[in-house]
């Protein structure tokens, strides 16, 4: 048996930041925007069905799907976005499990931005969001990315609203300070899963 936590949070809240710190942990952590990357590379079935919808502007000269162009796409056409998930939604729900199944650290933590949208967290023993207020997510994201800060905007108001989210938490963690903070309230964390973990296991 194996116990498995989902890690979520609005964009630019630290996800990928305390994902990577449970992986210097020794923890599994598998990213569901990864999997959905790969499931429609190239040459993949999900590949040629999205490139046959959304035509010849979705292609980059190497081939590769131009996800910015999809993604603008489907963030202006709301159909766009149901076929996509429609196509998508299953094949990565599948390997998602595959991988969580693979895992083999003490516990295994599920990254993803749509966990709670998409239905994952129901396949999950805990549930972590990590939390800044929307100022600082505008802020941080559009220093890493470079973008505009209205994009950034526009994107926080497509996802789920901050105060929905944490109610679907077991724990929250507050990243508005110093990447130093996280990654204590992080290793607090992380004793609380091992001993979790031991239990469910010996049930
Ligand atoms: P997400 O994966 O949720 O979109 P990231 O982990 O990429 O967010 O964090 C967004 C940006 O903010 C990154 O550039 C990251 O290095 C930075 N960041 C994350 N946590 C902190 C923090 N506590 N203090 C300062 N910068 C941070």
Not at 113 to 130: A, F, N, S
Not at 141 to 147: A, E, I, L, V, Y
Request: hydrophobic fraction near 40%.
């Amino acid at each position: 048996m194996s116990f498995f936590v989902g890690l979520t949070g609005g964009i630019g809240s630290g996800k990928s930041t305390a994902g990577n710190y449970f992986k210097q942990l020794g923890i599994d952590v598998v990213n569901a925007d990864i999997v959905a990357r790969n499931i429609a590379k190239k040459d993949s079935i999900f590949h040629i069905k999205i490139a046959d919808y959304f035509g010849k502007k979705s292609l980059l000269l190497d081939g590769n799907l131009d996800r910015a162009f999809i993604r603008k796409e489907i963030f202006e056409t709301p159909e766009k976005k149901v076929w996509l998930e429609t196509l998508l939604h299953r094949p990565i729900r599948k390997e998602i499990i595959d991988l969580l199944t693979l895992s083999a650290s003490s516990y295994t933590v599920l990254e993803s931005p749509l966990l709670v949208e998409t239905g994952q967290h129901k396949l999950m023993d805990r549930i972590l969001v990590i939390d800044v207020p929307e100022s600082l997510q505008v802020q941080r994201t559009s220093k890493r990315d470079g973008g505009e800060k209205n994009t950034v905007q526009s994107i926080i108001s497509s996802q789920m609203q901050r105060s929905e989210r944490l109610e679907f938490a077991n724990d929250i963690v507050d990243n508005t300070s110093d990447i130093k903070a996280l990654k204590i309230k992080i290793d607090g964390l992380h004793e609380l899963y091992l001993t979790l973990a031991t239990q469910k296991n010996v049930q």
